[in-house]
């Protein structure tokens, strides 16, 4: 299978950072690639939050299979290409994988084990829909970040009419809210997200604006970009 180099690195950098870290599930510890006719789908979880981001191979592929690649060596990938040009092209079996672009071959070998179903979890019709723009969300969330009460994480979004309240509080610093516009449709909803998490999604959505997709506040959240091509990015809500 050939594509972009260009396409799998950016592909890459938007799945790596919520593959889990953890060998105590080795399903986890890794990036799924899943060739099917000629999409390549590269996912990663934590079992938290999950990426997913389609890419479209030069070629169809034979038959629809599917690898996990170990987290050391995609990150090591990820690093190797850098602004590498060309093509890059993948081949595998069911115990190893090749990459090979320009004059550099990268072998590793293959995960055993089964990548969760994840297209069960992802919310099929959503309540809530929200377009914003990126940047005074990111802003938001990083000033309710410091009023996190000490080893928590959690950050309060309620979502109504043409706003989000972005929120937290602690006993030892207090409370912050701000209000983000936003265009909303559907029914209002107040979730709690660990903003970490959050703000990872954000950051790898390409463009100015992200859609969000809600289906109740102990649903799992989905984060888009606004065309809502080729990548999705589902946090697990924080029940309270």
């Known amino acids: 299978y050939a594509l972009p180099v260009a ?10 950072f919520s593959v889990a870290y953890s060998d105590a599930r080795p399903e986890l510890s890794g990036v799924l690639m899943k060739f099917d006719e000629k999409i390549l789908t590269l996912a990663g979880t934590d079992s938290y939050r999950l990426a997913e981001r389609k890419i479209e191979l030069k070629q169809a592929a034979s038959q629809s299979h599917q690898i996990i690649v170990p987290l050391r060596t995609v990150q090591e990938l990820a690093r190797v290409l850098g602004h590498e040009e060309g093509e890059i092209a993948i081949s595998a079996n069911e115990n190893q994988v090749l990459f090979s672009f320009g004059e550099v071959e990268l072998t590793s070998r293959v995960i055993s084990g089964t ?11 959503s309540t809530t829909q929200v377009v914003l723009d990126k940047d005074p969300l990111v802003r938001a969330i990083k000033s309710a970040s410091l009023f996190c009460r000490q080893g928590l994480n959690h950050v309060s979004f ?11 509080s602690s006993s030892q610093v207090g409370e912050n809210m701000v209000e983000v516009p936003a265009k909303i449709e559907g029914k209002d909803v107040d979730i709690v997200f660990d903003y970490r998490y959050v703000l ?5 959505i390409a463009g100015s604006e992200v859609s969000i997709e809600l289906e ?14 080729s990548y999705l990015y589902l946090v697990m809500p924080i029940k309270q």
């Open 216 to 229: 109740g506040a102990s649903a799992p959240g989905v984060f888009l970009p606004k065309e809502k091509d």
């Open 115 to 125: 990548f969760p179903d994840y297209k069960e979890i992802i919310p099929k019709n």
């Open 158 to 168: 309620q979502f109504s009419q043409d706003k989000i309240l972005v929120s937290s």
């Open 200 to 204: 990872d999604g954000l950051h790898a």
């Open 7 to 16: 396409d799998f690195s950016g592909a890459l950098s938007q799945v790596l």
